[in-house]
């Protein structure tokens, strides 16, 4: 077992606290939960669950329960303030407790759950008004209530502004027309995070408005999504005449590409994160060994640029949380992060059929080879989700660069 690192940055006595809160931890996690035995764990490479409706849930509301109980605990939101259920710790305090609760058999943390805590409750923090904090925050924190994405539109591409579904003002309360597509667990979330196009005559990125949606809701239809590699997490959302109150709007009218853009942002840093999603170095590794492979130079090459590009991603994953915790705004650093990931999670699913060969076109029952199908199918999902690797490149290009806007 691998010991937690203490960051060499931090001085004596923030060293001796980050120890004692890593031992708080792992005093925490022995009494809940059994320890993680990679030996026994079946291999698992599926990026999206590949559910049927119950199963997956009951795969939700596991954890659902979990984060609940760990913010409870004060292990689940600790960088937030008190006044959020958080204890206001440091970035530090969260990358070590993520280290060592690897070491245990945690419940499996859906994108749903992912998207209401890291995505949503962080935006209503930075734009919503006081009432939507108060009523939506701590609940999302807990994951009492989910909230998917109701962002991208078929016709659209990668083009956010390029949306069209209208929200149309009507004294007190909006209504909205439009179909959404491409949101993650709408089907099991209590709210959706809406954009829409409040003034077709202004320029389109200053026409749009941001508005939380009860999914519930009378003209609210979820239509799921049959994917690739089998399960159904992705939906259309159709939106039939519903009627919003303006208490539900999140920031001013016509200011819902900055809402847009700081849920992006936090999206890129989530997505850089997700570190379990498909197979990994240690399992090409695991792989190469199986399969006597590990002499080969070309394979050994193919591992360790694996590595270096997961060791970049998790450098790039903890100076992005110092900086968001230091006040920064969600920037190009999320957009480098998730292009490392989404990157790395092609270049592992490209070594493993390089490994396997034929090996890996059909279910003859051998262990650990067609399995690797469920990473090859997923990975190219993540190269779209949360703006393609296309977008990211020109935002790093254009923002963090300063080269030339793309014609368009």
């Given at each position: 077992m691998t010991a937690t690192v203490i960051p060499a940055e931090t001085g004596q006595d923030g060293a001796e606290d980050l120890r004692a809160f890593e031992a708080a931890s792992r005093a925490?996690?022995?009494?809940?939960?059994?320890?993680?035995?990679?030996?026994?764990?079946?291999?698992?490479?599926?990026?999206?669950?590949?559910?049927?409706?119950?199963?997956?849930?009951?795969?939700?509301?596991?954890?659902?329960?979990?984060?609940?109980?760990?913010?409870?605990a004060?292990?689940?939101?600790?960088?937030?303030?008190?006044?959020?259920?958080?204890r206001g710790l440091t970035a530090s305090h969260e990358r070590i407790y993520a280290g060592v609760e690897r070491e245990y058999l945690t419940p499996e943390r859906h994108e749903n759950i992912l998207v209401t805590v890291e995505l949503v409750a962080p935006t209503l923090l930075e734009l919503g008004s006081d009432w939507q904090q108060e009523?939506?925050?701590?609940?999302?924190?807990?994951?009492?209530?989910?909230?998917?994405?109701?962002?991208?539109?078929?016709?659209?591409?990668?083009?956010?502004?390029?949306?069209?579904?209208r929200a149309v003002r009507d004294g007190e309360s909006w209504r909205v027309n439009g179909q959404k597509v491409w949101s993650s667990g709408a089907q099991f979330s209590e709210?959706?995070?809406?954009?829409a196009r409040s003034d077709p005559a202004a320029p389109k990125h200053?026409?749009?408005?941001?508005?939380?949606?009860?999914?519930?809701?009378?003209?609210?239809?979820?239509?799921?999504?049959?994917?690739?590699?089998?399960?159904s997490t992705f939906n259309e959302v159709f939106l039939t005449d519903v009627v919003l109150p303006d208490e539900f709007r999140v920031g001013e009218v016509g200011d819902g590409w900055r809402v847009a853009l700081t849920t992006l942002g936090f999206e890129r840093q989530s997505s850089a994160g997700i570190v379990d999603a498909g197979g990994n170095t240690a399992d090409l590794i695991r792989l190469a060994t199986s399969l006597g492979l590990t002499g080969a130079a070309e394979v050994r090459g193919r591992i360790a640029e694996s590595h270096l590009y997961e060791r970049a991603q998790a450098l790039l994953v903890a100076r992005y949380a110092e900086l968001e915790q230091a006040g920064a705004v969600p920037g190009v650093e999320g957009s480098i992060g998730k292009l490392v990931w989404t990157q790395n999670l092609?270049?592992?699913?490209?070594?493993?059929?390089?490994?396997?060969?034929?090996?890996?076109?059909?279910?003859?029952?051998e262990a650990d080879t067609f399995a690797w199908t469920q990473h090859l199918l997923g990975?190219?999902?993540?190269?779209?989700?949360?703006?393609?690797?296309?977008?990211?490149?020109?935002?790093?290009?254009?923002?963090?660069l300063g080269l030339p806007r793309e014609p368009r």
């Open positions: 925490w996690l022995d009494s809940r939960l059994p320890r993680r035995d990679a030996a026994e764990q079946a291999p698992k490479y599926s990026i999206f669950h590949n559910l049927g409706h119950e199963d997956e849930r009951a795969l939700i509301d596991g954890g659902r329960a979990w984060q609940a109980e760990r913010v409870d004060g292990f689940g939101a600790m960088t937030w303030a008190p006044q959020w259920g958080g009523r939506f925050i701590r609940p999302f924190l807990r994951t009492d209530e989910l909230c998917c994405q109701l962002f991208s539109e078929p016709g659209a591409g990668s083009d956010l502004a390029g949306l069209s579904t709210w959706g995070l809406l954009i200053k026409g749009m408005t941001a508005f939380m949606v009860p999914m519930d809701l009378e003209g609210v239809e979820v239509r799921p999504i049959r994917q690739m590699s089998g399960g092609k270049r592992v699913g490209d070594a493993a059929a390089s490994f396997l060969g034929h090996r890996i076109l059909a279910d003859t029952g990975a190219p999902g993540y190269r779209i989700a949360g703006g393609s690797d296309e977008i990211q490149r020109n935002i790093i290009g254009e923002r963090g």
